[in-house]
């Protein structure tokens, strides 16, 4: 059966929701085979045993059939100051720069797309106010040019952006981090369209 797979951190993993995400929601309501590869605290940068791309090769395995690569645009390259780095000429893996964001993201799409030869697409958080992850989300379409990949877009969505303050502090336990509720009802249906062709 195909799976998808979620690559990410704390948001993905669901940290303000005891562990259950959007990705559970998701794979529940639809009864999807899926894989939740997430740990809070970590980097799309390559820098240290938990990084993305350390557990992306380590822990998920290279024969399943996957249905989609789903990869969280992490806030903690942001939060930590890493370097943006710049997108190469190349396609070839062993080209890209992992100490640097957008060279560890080539590597994350490069990766997925020889390993499992299906569709890739990252997504990104409702907006915050941090301008480093800004330029992520500027150089995640300029990556999506190059590799054709999917982005599931909430940091630009306007009406994600313009709820009213109340459902916003019902929705978020804090600037990143989505309640259950704020899952269900304001993420989730942003997955559903994209992933489910609804």
């Not at 390259?77 to 396609?91: H, M, R, T």
Request: hydrophobic share 35%; proline share 3%.
């Amino acid at each position: 059966m195909e799976k998808l797979i979620f690559l990410g951190s704390s948001v993905t993993y669901g940290s303000a929701s005891e562990g259950y995400s959007f990705a559970d929601m998701l794979a529940g309501k639809y009864r999807l085979d899926y894989i939740k590869e997430a740990v809070s605290g970590t980097t799309l940068v390559d820098c240290g045993k938990d990084s993305y791309i350390q557990r992306m090769i380590h822990n998920l395995d290279k024969e399943i059939s996957c249905r989609h690569f789903i990869c969280q645009l992490s806030t903690n390259d942001a939060a930590q100051n890493l370097p943006l780095g710049k997108i190469s000429e190349s396609k070839n893996i062993e080209d890209f720069d992992t100490a640097v964001i957008i060279g560890a993201m080539e590597y994350i799409i490069c990766y997925a797309k020889n390993t499992w030869n299906c569709p890739v697409s990252f997504y990104t958080n409702t907006y915050f106010e941090n301008k480093n992850y800004q330029k992520m989300v500027d150089a995640l379409y300029r990556l999506k040019d190059k590799w054709k990949i999917g982005i599931i877009d909430l940091w630009n969505d306007r009406k994600m952006r313009n709820i009213p303050e109340e459902k916003y502090k019902k929705y978020m336990a804090d600037a990143i981090h989505p309640t259950e509720l704020g899952y269900r009802e304001w993420w989730l249906p942003k997955f559903e369209n994209f992933l489910l062709d609804k």
